[in-house]
């Protein structure tokens, strides 16, 4: 194979960042395709990038012109769940018609392969525990809306002109590249695992608990957290599956394994030997009391099992992320 151009929409983000490196070991050319919204410019470190927009459909057409990429890994998004409750159409121009206005561009580009980066909040507050691809997706905030819409179009496109997809659907991204190059930066910073870290370097006054009522066994909300180099590794063998043949699917990208909020926080505090300054809050609206994953979907399509199976090893990657940018800023 000649060709071993990717675009990378959103490969500025966290996400999209780990998976350009993760497609560079693997001996792709990732093309970064980012409006630099909330994207970094530092975060692209192994192809070339393109600034444009998902909106920009002459822009679309310049850079797949030019590349003439093998398949398209669209992350480019908003994320803010809460905000995507404040101003939805902001989400649904942004996330719909945007990834609407991509998908026309590769039909017309002919682009056989489109791994999506899709999301649990398209599951909504499932009934049954863990989560399975086939667990009704009734999402219960725009943001998971726009993510399930995207599905469905990518359902219909693939139908229509054979486009083949595997929409990755991931529970909480969390952890840095292991080698330090790159890791998350929010801003605004929402994620829990970032706070906490915040809370104990004293970057930040403390971090508020959301909710110790949940019926869960400590009374705070369980999460699926999922290393982000272990999400890059999947989209790389979605890519690969696809290319061998595979048909349109979607994968859940978690570990199976669920840890309470205060948890976390404990893990946090073993790793950096600090103690995290903790406020007890109201519940944030609109939060599942849990959410975990039946990953093993994933694992019989694309042999995939994570790396970072541990919380404390996630956590370790984290906080030497957050140690290097405390320091550099
Ligand atoms: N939490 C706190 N305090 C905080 C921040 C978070 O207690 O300051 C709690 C939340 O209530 C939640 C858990 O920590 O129970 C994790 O919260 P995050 O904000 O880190 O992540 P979410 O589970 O809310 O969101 C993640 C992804 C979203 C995705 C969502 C699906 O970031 O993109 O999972 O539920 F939509």
């Known amino acids: 194979m000649n060709n071993r151009n990717v675009l990378v929409t959103g490969g500025a983000g966290y996400v999209g960042s780990h998976a350009c490196k993760a497609l560079s070991l693997?001996?792709?050319?990732?093309?970064?395709?980012?409006?630099?919204?909330?994207?970094?410019?530092?975060?692209?470190?192994?192809?070339?990038?393109?600034?444009?927009?998902?909106?920009?459909?002459?822009?679309?057409?310049?850079?797949?012109?030019r590349y003439q990429p093998l398949a398209i890994m669209h992350f480019a998004a908003f994320a803010y769940v809460g905000e995507s409750v404040i101003d939805p159409g902001k989400y649904?121009?942004?996330?719909?018609?945007?990834?609407?206005?991509?998908?026309?561009?590769?039909?017309?580009?002919?682009?056989?392969?489109?791994?999506?980066?899709?999301?649990?909040?398209?599951?909504?507050?499932?009934n049954k525990l863990p989560i399975v691809e086939d667990t009704p997706q009734q999402p219960i905030n725009p943001y998971g809306t726009s993510k399930l819409m995207v599905e469905s179009m990518l359902g219909d496109f693939s139908t229509a002109h054979g486009m083949n997809y595997i929409a990755l659907r991931y529970f909480n991204a969390a952890g840095a590249d292991p080698d330090n190059a790159i890791g998350e930066d929010h801003?605004?910073?929402?994620?829990?695992?970032?706070?906490?870290?915040?809370?104990?370097?004293?970057?930040?006054?403390?971090?508020t608990i959301f909710g110790t009522d949940y019926d869960t066994p400590d009374g705070t909300c369980i999460r699926d957290y999922i290393h982000v180099s272990d999400l890059a590794d999947a989209h790389v063998l979605a890519l690969e599956h696809l290319i061998k043949g595979a048909g349109s699917q979607a994968l859940n990208l978690g570990t199976g394994v669920g840890f309470s909020v205060r948890e976390v926080i404990e893990s946090a505090q073993r790793i950096t030997g600090l103690r995290v300054p903790v406020v007890y809050g109201k519940r944030r609206p609109g939060d599942p009391a849990a959410l975990v994953s039946d990953p093993s979907r994933?694992?019989?399509?694309?042999?995939?099992?994570?790396?970072?199976?541990?919380?404390?090893?996630?956590?370790r990657t984290a906080w030497k992320w957050h140690q290097k940018q405390a320091s550099s800023k």
């Open 187 to 207: 801003d605004p910073e929402t994620h829990l695992i970032p706070l906490v870290l915040d809370a104990a370097s004293g970057r930040r006054h403390d971090v």
């Open 92 to 126: 649904y121009r942004n996330n719909v018609c945007g990834s609407l206005t991509l998908l026309e561009a590769a039909r017309d580009h002919n682009i056989e392969h489109v791994v999506f980066s899709s999301s649990c909040a398209t599951y909504g507050i499932p």
């Open 26 to 65: 693997a001996g792709y050319n990732p093309i970064c395709f980012d409006n630099l919204v909330y994207g970094h410019e530092w975060a692209v470190k192994w192809g070339p990038l393109e600034k444009g927009d998902i909106l920009d459909r002459a822009q679309l057409d310049h850079t797949l012109g």
């Open 298 to 315: 994933a694992n019989e399509k694309l042999g995939w099992t994570p790396k970072f199976r541990e919380l404390d090893a996630i956590i």
